[in-house]
DNA sequence: TTTACTGTTGCAATCGATTGCAATCGGACT
DNA sequence: AGTCCGATTGCAATCGATTGCAACAGTAAA
């Protein structure tokens, strides 16, 4: 590889780090190389491929800080996931990181880079004007209201391009895209009392909004129906979900004959305490999860559980904000959520 | 609240946007200004304090495009998930999503931000060299080494910053953190044989080379102990999985005793397989995984497995790239896995 | 030969914060 | 009063790419 070799010594002697450097090897103004390598301007074709010839040979790549500066965009959306409730949830939460491996990939498609932060809006009040006033990002993608519906929807008032994934309160001033959660939580008590539950609980924590709308849409149906409905706190912490739900179990044995819960992760778990218990599923008690994660068509029963599009979301949030980068103001998109009938109820 | 109100009049009148305008009204230099809100310099604490309070009040917040620029340094940390050979797979993947939940946790503590980027170097060839050019990022964590192995080894050689998860190989130039996978393929092996099993497979596919290391450690043990092992390629896309077991299972039931899945999902998929063929385990056949996923502990049969510690991974991969940001040449990390016993094997 | 025009290229200002160096001020000391 | 010192502050260059405008060359038309 002598070629290559020359290359090499060839770019490590003449370092050429900025447009001006390039411009001199290759006989022009910075102000052309920026040209041509922008490739849409008029530039001579002789002189663009002269240009270019020079840059892939020296692996000249231009400074983005400068370029952003200049033009005063980043081309870069800023992804924040607050973490309200609990701290530790979603670092497992199956649900919101497919949601992020979708986003990431519409984001690259449309040719934006992703700037992921986690925040901790206890600790930090300030979390999403610093994101945004940070000047490093063209627009923000919220995951999940968590508690801090308020602080978005006044933000949203001065600032366009933010989307946020969630539940759509009545109302709302923020752009939201997301499941229809009362509608799914309808569909699942739906579900448990067609499959003869009579004395329903709901598995979950219900102060976030996306699981207190479930409770609500399950509540309503369970309420037209005559069909009792509790609900059982539940944190998604990982390491506490299955102590939480066995005391539950313990406490309640017998007096329920359908759960309902607020995320498939807490199904999977509570699937496994009631094979531990011996409870024949879903003959004594039924089951119906929400999320429809992959691991869920796995379980031994396999879950019945109401299934939120991932992808569409992701596509949706892209999409909508996309457009709002272009000025346009644009309503929140809820989408509909599908019940998935498998062997749980 | 007159207060906030005359407040958010004056922001909207006199709009501060920049250093130069916030010094207009304190009546001082833009150098002072920035100095002043850095903290660290040598300001009159009354100046700084005027200073703090206007910026407060106007929510100013100094544009990082241009600090950046100017510093030379941007604060981010980038992290590449290649997608080599199955292009959907990390999307669901949970073990690399869940690292990239611990990094972002480990990084924003240290003060960078985690700028996110899915590549399918298939189809981009200079993935990696784009980023790292791309002036945006002050070092690269790359999550898997996919088939990039080589290419990864040669972007090494020139750049420091430069932190790899995956596996170690002998003689290679890259800093990589990762658990000893021919280790863990050793334990998993040994448990299989120890539970009795005579008549290995591996599920997985073996081309990456995480995993041709968890197979390679299981061959060695097996030969050593006299007992057979083949590999039955499995895909780790989540809709083919499912079927690849079945295919395998269907063509070899009987001849094998004893399951390595190369990983926990495809463990659990595996699991569903058999119970649905209702071959007994871990009597009939046995089942390790690897990882050790949350859902692991919840499978029927809950899964014996190879746990990594993936929080140490990501705390590891932080601690030697800032390591790295600082000029010195670090070691690679190689994490020993854990056995993890539960009742598949 | 002059005029007009088209296609390229160069010039220089600009984006906004940072920072080395020089200037200034008040006070202390001789 | 004159000199010196330390604490602050201002000045201006700098980071590197972009872009409006002017300048230029070359050709075609008059």
């Not at 447009?19 to 190389?33: N, Q």
């Not at 002189?47 to 270019?52: A, G, H, L, N, P």
């Not at 999320?291 to 559980?305: F, G, K, V, W």
Request: with cysteine; hydrophobic share 40%; charged share 25%.
């Amino acid at each position: 590889m002598t070629g290559s070799d020359a290359q090499n010594l060839a770019r490590s002697a003449t370092k050429v780090r900025t447009l001006a450097d390039l411009a001199k090897i290759a006989g022009v103004s910075p102000g052309t190389v920026s040209r041509a390598l922008a490739g849409n301007s008029l530039v001579n074709a002789k002189t663009r491929e002269k240009i270019e010839a020079i840059a892939r040979e020296h692996g000249f790549r231009p400074n983005q800080m400068a370029s952003k500066l200049r033009r005063q965009k980043t081309g870069v959306i800023g992804v924040a996931i607050p973490l309200g409730h609990d701290v530790r949830q979603q670092i497992s939460d199956t649900f919101f990181m497919t949601l992020l491996g979708h986003l990431a990939d519409e984001l690259t498609e449309k040719g934006y880079d992703l700037m992921l932060r986690r925040v901790i809006p206890a600790q930090d009040e300030d979390w999403l004007d610093r994101f945004i006033g940070s000047g490093m990002v063209d627009g923000v993608i919220v995951i999940g209201q968590s508690d801090q519906f308020e602080r978005i929807d006044d933000v949203a008032d001065g600032y366009l391009p933010m989307v946020v994934w969630g539940n759509h309160q009545e109302g709302q001033r923020h752009c939201v895209v997301g499941s229809d959660n009362r509608l799914g939580g309808k569909l699942a008590a739906e579900r448990l009392i067609a499959s003869g539950a009579k004395r329903l609980a709901f598995l979950g924590d219900t102060q976030p909004i996306e699981f207190a709308a479930r409770y609500a849409g399950a509540k309503e149906v369970a309420k037209k129906l005559g069909v009792s409905i509790r609900a059982l706190p539940t944190h998604l912490a990982p390491d506490r979900t299955g102590e939480e739900i066995a005391a539950h179990l313990g406490k309640i044995e017998g007096e329920i004959d359908g759960i309902f819960a607020a995320t498939d992760t807490i199904a999977v778990t509570c699937l496994k305490e009631l094979r531990d218990r011996s409870i024949a599923i879903p003959s004594q008690l039924k089951v119906v999860g929400f999320d429809d994660l992959p691991i869920s068509s796995q379980t031994a029963p396999p879950l019945t559980t109401v299934r939120q599009d991932i992808a569409a979301g992701a596509k949706g949030l892209v999409d909508l904000l996309l457009r709002r980068l272009n000025g346009e103001d644009t309503e929140s998109l809820v989408l509909p959520p599908h019940l998935i009938v498998r062997e749980t109820a």
